[in-house]
Each structure stands twice: as C-alpha cells, then as structure tokens.
C-alpha cells in the first residue's frame, strides 16, 4: 500500500520533513523520559562507577567537537577559572560545576535572572536540594570558544551591581 493513500495527518509526503520532526521527538523522550534512573548500592558506589565511565571516555569525540572530551575538560577549567565573584573547584571528570555565589543573591532569583541578562542558563542549586542554596550548576559540554563567551557573560553580569530587590510581582 503506498503512504499516498494514508491521509496527510500521519505524513505529508510532500513535506519532506515530518520524519525528521517525529524521530527527533522520539529521541527526546527516550533521553529525557524513558531514561532509566541510576541503580547503585551507595552514592559512592554510584560516584565511583561515573567517574570509571567518565576516565574510559576521555579520548572520545562529542558531537562534531574536532577535539576529544579530555582535552576540551582541561581547556574548559582553565576557563573557569577566571569567573570573579564565584568559588569554585573545577571538576575533575564532569561537564558540570557547582558553583558557590558570594553575593548572596538567592541561586532561584539568578537563575531567572541569568538567561536576560547574561543570555546564559544556570541550574538553580535548590533544585538539587535545600543544601543547594548558594549555587548554580552549570554545564560545560560546549565548544571552548561558546564557554569563553558565556564566562564573559556571566563576568560582567556578576561583577555589576546586583539589581535592587523590590516586591515580587504576583
């Protein structure tokens, strides 16, 4: 039977690009839904076992990145480095810094903020438990040059002075 003879609500042939759309969807739900959650006796054991898987994959091309996930990490932390206004320890084995903001602006209120003003998302630490106030994750599986550009953003931004803290709107 030929796909003509199927109404144009389950493909439109002439379209070209709905097979694109559907699998891109299906993709995303499979990483982002149907993702099974990590089983681990411990969270050291789990630790242990990523910090293994991240060591195998260090020689490993992400993306369409020309250079391998070992040498954009390095390249990335020195990057990290130069963010004032924050502490941090730069990861050793991850694409992820938990960073410690020393100007007291709740990790929520900047998180929302970040992405007007610095054109840059950051992980609220709240959303990683109470403990998590004070911080923002971030994520550096980026180019370097993409990475050096939000450090920029986020520099200038954090360096300025923290807007004035009026009432919330309702």
Do not use: W
Not at 22 to 31: I, M, T, W
Not at 41 to 51: G, M, Y
Not at 106 to 119: E, I, T, V, Y
């Amino acid at each position: 039977m030929s796909h003509h003879l199927f109404r144009d609500r389950f493909g439109r042939p002439g379209k070209g690009n709905d097979k694109a759309k559907g699998e891109g969807l299906v993709e995303y739900a499979r990483s982002n839904v149907v993702t099974p959650a990590p089983v681990a006796a411990s969270f050291e054991a789990l630790n242990a076992d990523l910090e293994r898987r991240c060591r195998t994959r260090q020689d490993e091309r992400a993306g369409r990145h020309a250079e391998g996930i070992g040498t954009r990490l390095v390249a990335d932390r020195a990057v990290l480095r130069s963010l004032p206004a924050v502490m941090a320890a730069p990861p050793d084995e991850a694409f992820y810094l938990m960073a410690r903001l020393s100007h007291g602006e709740p990790s929520l209120d900047l998180a929302f903020r970040l992405p007007g003003d610095a054109k840059v998302g950051v992980a609220p630490g709240t959303a990683f438990g109470p403990e998590g106030e004070g911080f923002v994750r971030m994520c550096f599986a980026i180019s370097p040059s993409l990475a050096r550009e939000a450090v920029a953003r986020l520099s200038a931004v954090l360096s300025a002075a923290r807007p004035a803290q009026g009432p919330k709107p309702t």
